[in-house]
């Protein structure tokens, strides 16, 4: 079925999939949701639905991948998001895959706030935010203690506006 043709996908590729099917059984929804970079449509479903998760799924896919390719510069650190690591007055620290992602989303928009229903909808690739709003809480203070040592670096949490990152020595950042 469907599901093992996906899981034998995995083996070799994180292309995104998407599954088209009526099976509507929450065992089927979890065995679904439950492959990594995967989402859910049930039939009958609209064409513009699909159209729209197919969509969602090439902005977070462009995205991560964007990231991937670069690192970037924050403060006095280097981020590197394929090796998962900052790196500070040559020592590094080891980031989890989320917090990973996470810090890629911040550093693709420093200076910007980024509300906190869109970096989870990216970071878990989930639409029901409420759920992980406590994992994005840890993985930002966790991020904050790492970035504690340059005084220079601030993720700010703002009511209505979201999450950013900026860079105090960077001109070019937004108040």
């Known amino acids: 079925d469907g599901f093992e043709i996906a899981k034998q996908i995995r083996k ?4 995104p ?22 989402d859910y449509v049930r039939k009958p479903y609209r064409l513009v639905e699909l159209l729209l998760r197919i969509n969602k799924m090439i902005e977070v896919e462009m995205l991560l991948s ?15 998001p394929e090796e998962q690591s900052l790196k500070f007055n040559k020592g590094d620290i080891h980031l ?16 910007k ?3 906190r229903e869109d970096v989870i909808r990216l970071a878990w690739q989930v639409e029901d935010t409420e759920s992980k709003e406590t994992a994005l809480y840890n993985s930002i203070s966790r991020l904050k203690k790492y970035l504690y040592n340059d005084e220079h ?23």
């Open 66 to 80: 964007a990231a991937a390719d670069n690192h970037f510069r924050i403060g006095r650190f280097q981020f590197f």
């Open 96 to 111: 989890s895959p989320l917090d990973t992602t996470v810090l890629a989303l911040l550093c693709r928009n420093k200076g």
């Open 17 to 38: 999939i998407i599954f088209t099917t009526s099976r509507d059984g929450n065992e089927d929804y979890e065995t679904g949701f439950g492959i990594t970079n995967s």
């Open 153 to 175: 670096v601030r993720i700010e949490n703002k009511i209505r506006l979201g999450i950013r990152i900026r860079d105090l020595d960077d001109k070019n950042a937004e108040e």
């Open 12 to 15: 070799i590729s994180d292309v």
């Open 113 to 115: 706030f980024i509300p």
